[in-house]
């Protein structure tokens, strides 16, 4: 219902300027649906995909990455890659990685471990994969050994008993999160490689939330603790 008084041409010009004030970074140039073909003399940088140049780019990408190719962005991405790593139990097919992938991309994770089953669903990752560092480990054990060689420190994000508030906690620089799947949770054989296992509040009737969710969480933690946030879009 209109408030008395307001006429609808008044209404949308409101909600437009309000649309305009918070909009994110994909659509501070563009529309949300990518941009059509180049426009003018093309540009000669390396990190231009001629193809892209020719027919637009309609991919799920930042504005500062529009015609890149996928190589060039991923090098980019990699000169300002955090010191956070994610890993995600999958030993019944968990259908969450893709999230966290996904997740993990828009934070500029260094690396996400699939821990189990090596092939996952990718549907959830919205072709974020592409941009983003995958590894794959057979065992829990095979990755907390390849963790402690790297000089990474495990924290289990569950909310098991004896767990430390997420909230409240001081996260690693040098961190692996570690999060276990729908079900049955992080393994003991996880808990016991990390450092501690730091449980996400809730308040509600739920035992727990879903494992993309709290891994967004998780990140996030992270990286209001560890981020520059002048280096954010
Ligand atoms: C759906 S939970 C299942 C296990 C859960 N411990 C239970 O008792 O139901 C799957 C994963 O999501 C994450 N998770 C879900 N809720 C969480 C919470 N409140 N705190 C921390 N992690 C949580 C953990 O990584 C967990 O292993």
Redesign the pocket.
Known sequence: MLRKGWSIARCWGWLTLDSEVHKGPTEWFESRVGVGPWEGPWPSDAHFDPELLEQGDKRNVVDAYRYWTRDAIVADIDKRRHSLHIA??NFEHDA?IGTVVRTANAFAVNTVHIVGKKRWNRRGAMVTDRYQHLMHHDTVDELIGWAREQGLTIV?????PG?VP?ETADLPVNCLL?????????TQAARDGALMT?????FGST?????G???GI?MHAWIRQHADLSQAW
Not at 156 to 160: F, G, L, P, S, W
């Open positions: 995600i139990e969450n289990a994000i569950d909310n098991t767990s997420l570690l999060f276990g799947q729908e079900g049955p949770g992080v730091c449980s996400i509040a809730q035992r727990s939330i879903n494992a969710v709290a891994a998780a």
